[in-house]
């Protein structure tokens, strides 16, 4: 499994995703990569306008989103070679 991630997720995922990858280690012997961007919002690979609005899931009630796209083009890059490592006939 591999978890990308932005620091400034309004869900709290920039929070959890390390505690979340430890619990999967330790509890299960899973592991996990996870990729953490700095400064990235939820949805940082939605190519559009910045956008706000409210959800009672959020922390603070409110999602701030914004296209990142130096963490998308990492992100797919990394993907792309994590499906082809992990799919591929051996």
Do not use: C
């Amino acid at each position: 499994m591999i978890i990308f991630y932005g620091t400034e997720d309004s869900y709290g995922e920039g929070k959890a995703v390390p505690e979340l990858k430890r619990l999967l280690a330790t509890k299960y012997g899973f592991q996990v990569i996870t990729v953490e961007y700095p400064g990235a919002t939820h949805a940082f690979n939605l190519n559009g306008p910045d956008m706000n609005y409210l959800d009672p899931g959020a922390e603070g009630l409110r999602v701030h989103i914004k296209w990142n796209p130096e963490a998308t083009n990492d992100s797919v890059t990394k993907v792309v070679t994590f499906l082809r490592e992990n799919l591929a006939a051996k």
